[in-house]
């Protein structure tokens, strides 16, 4: 699958690459789709454009690796972690790869993407799933990675009142992960009924229609407090100042959501009122793991997520449904895996 322009998907045929020293060469099972792949085919992400190579949320099979790859072998069931990190700046010797000053991206401007037959990856990105993982649970390792970073970042969260902006994959899987963290309320919004909804059945305490005018007031009353801790996973405009508004005074405000485009903020506000802003972006290693044991705990039921697949001749048709709004996690799946599955609202893993 190539993004060849804007809000253009098409399928090309390629040579099978061939892993090189320390890579190795993975079989697509499923990729799933996310707000940054929405942005990149929308020409609006603001680090890579078309034309690229789609598909970072991957999980697939080891079916060749290069000389010198030990960590992973020929059969093992895999995710990415789609980070490829140098490993020498000072961001990599310090414990902050994620943050690496020759940072590359698998699927997100890289040579290739996982929206492929096969891929070739640096194996040392690679985590072997557990054998009793559906591919399913398995494609929920990635998305879950990123809120357990944030949640990390925003630090100890128990016995805390939090809200969370956006109730789509990234914000339900936010309140699991700050649920997991002791979190003791829960507030979520959407603009949608139906994601608030979802929020509520998935153990929000509350939720408020993000239209509201008020909405940094309403937040604040289902609290019964200010927010000590505000997760944005939306990241516009109007998001930001709600949160700041929500965590006076002291608390912190955690941007999670891909901010497309430049916001600006109260700094008088920010400094005078000690709010803390911290922007988190991806995960490490120890994320995943994390998001391992999470999902393996039951805390989570891809069934509850993975609401769409799409086979990947038909990728295009993925990418135009995560716009619609109305799915939470569309997944791209191998052919042989998922030919007969044909549309919205396919649901069951693979054994």
Known sequence: MVCTAPDTIEIHTEAVPTPEPGEALVKLHVSGVCGSDKAG????????KPPYYPGHEVVGEVVQTGEGVDNVSVG?????EPTL???HCKPCTTEREN???NLQFFGCGYREGGMADVFTIPATRLHVVPEDFTDHQAALIEPLATPVHAVRLAGDLRDKAVAVLGAGTIGLLVMAAARHQGARKIVMTDTLAGKREL?????ADAVVDATRTDLAQAVRTELGESADVVFDCVSIQPTVESAIQMVLKGGTVVVVGGARRPITIELPVVQEYQVRIQGATTY????????IDIIASGE??????ITATFPLTRAAEAFEAIGSGAEVKILVVAEEDGGAVTGHRQHGGRS
């Not at 929020?199 to 153990?203: E, P």
């Not at 490490?284 to 998001?291: I, K, L």
């Not at 989570?300 to 997520?305: G, M, Q």
């Open 99 to 101: 943050l690496c000053e």
């Open 300 to 305: 989570i039921d891809a069934a509850d997520f």
């Open 199 to 203: 929020a509520l059945r998935l153990g």
């Open 76 to 80: 093992d069931r895999v995710t990415a």
């Open 284 to 291: 490490r290693a120890e994320d995943f793991r994390d998001a």
């Open 41 to 48: 085919a929308h020409g609006e992400h603001a680090f890579f």
């Open 85 to 87: 990190v140098c490993g």
